[in-house]
């Protein structure tokens, strides 16, 4: 019988009852689970709603659905922590497999490290890979110095990289930033609400954003050992290049500025260098040819957005978190 935990699972979904079903299926397989796991669904129909009220084998955990107010993951974050009841909170994807004991490992790992505000899983397929000579000399120009690996870094104007994942390493790693595919933070250490209405539909950067905040008074580490699969689901936002490529430049300029307080002309430059090389890299494929002219007008969009004003909102600041709601 799992063990169960003083934790809130968070899963915001829209459409996507089949991933769903197979991450509540792998959680139920779990050595230690959630209390309680609160799903915030923005979905068409009653599929996903009929999928949370349904019995699943080995879950012990409570499920607790609601109709999302808001479309938009984190703004369906937000929403689900008010429901939360639990210390501590799990960011999960609704599209994520969690391997053998995954939750067991993060727990451990936060309880014996006092100062660790927050712990992500291994995502076993998308991992950090030694830089080319070209990636290398960007990462330098955009850091001010070499480093050996920059796994788990976030480096000049936001760039955020994936933690390293070898045999030689420790099963707890020390990053920068940290994904919400699976991640354990103390519920105390979250700003209030932990995600800034700066981010709408597909909130890119919310994850980092919420994690450099947090990690200017706590550690942050990656649990090498705590693993998952992601199994990335196609969706509407990924078909619209112009839109996307507007985000993460508008995303990673609030990042930069508002978070990392990066703001010198220096810092503006190394972010037009990281777009320049963006737009540069899509070109190795006849697809990124295909889709140039969508990603400069988005670009366009992007620096018109940030020359208006927005993507300037004020950054999240850390405040007490209101007393738990027991039940």
């Known amino acids: 019988m ?7 699972a968070i899963v915001p979904t829209r459409d996507r009852p089949q991933p769903l079903s197979r991450m509540l299926h792998s959680l139920a397989a779990q050595s230690a689970q959630p209390a309680e796991l609160v799903v915030v669904d923005a979905s068409t129909d009653a599929q996903t709603q009929q999928l949370c009220q349904s019995s699943i084998p080995g879950l012990a955990t409570q499920i607790c659905y609601e109709r999302a107010i808001a479309v938009g993951a984190a703004r369906q974050r937000n929403q689900a922590i008010m429901a939360a009841t639990q210390p501590y909170i799990l960011f999960c994807d609704d599209d994520i497999w969690f391997e053998p004991d995954c939750i067991r490992l993060l727990w451990d790992a936060l309880q014996h490290d006092p100062a660790l505000g927050g712990i992500n899983a291994m995502i076993t397929n998308q991992r950090y890979l030694p830089p080319g000579r070209i990636s290398r000399l960007l990462f330098r120009v955009l850091h001010g110095q070499s480093e050996a690996s920059y796994a788990g870094r976030c480096i000049g104007p936001g760039l955020n990289l994936l933690p390293e994942d070898r045999p030689d390493l420790p099963e707890v790693v020390p990053v920068d930033w940290l994904n919400l595919g699976c991640t354990l933070y103390r519920r105390d250490v979250l700003p209030h609400p932990p995600f800034s209405i700066h981010f709408t539909g597909y909130s890119l950067f919310e994850d980092l954003t919420l994690s450099l905040t947090v990690g200017k008074r706590w550690q942050l580490a990656n649990g090498r050992t705590a693993r998952i699969f992601h199994d990335s689901q196609p969706g509407e936002h990924k078909n619209h290049v112009g839109a996307v490529a507007k985000m993460e ?6 990042v930069m500025t508002q978070v990392l307080q990066r703001r010198h002309w220096q810092d503006y430059g190394k972010l037009a260098l990281l777009q320049l090389f963006g737009i540069a890299a899509s070109l190795v494929s006849a697809a990124g040819w295909r889709s140039l002219p969508a990603l400069l007008w988005g670009k366009l969009q992007g620096m018109g957005a940030i020359a208006c004003g927005h993507g300037t909102a004020m950054p999240l ?3 007490s978190h209101p007393p738990l709601k027991l039940g």
């Open 2 to 8: 799992a063990t169960l935990l003083p934790i809130s």
């Open 249 to 254: 430049l508008v995303n990673r300029h609030y």
């Open 317 to 319: 600041q850390h405040v």
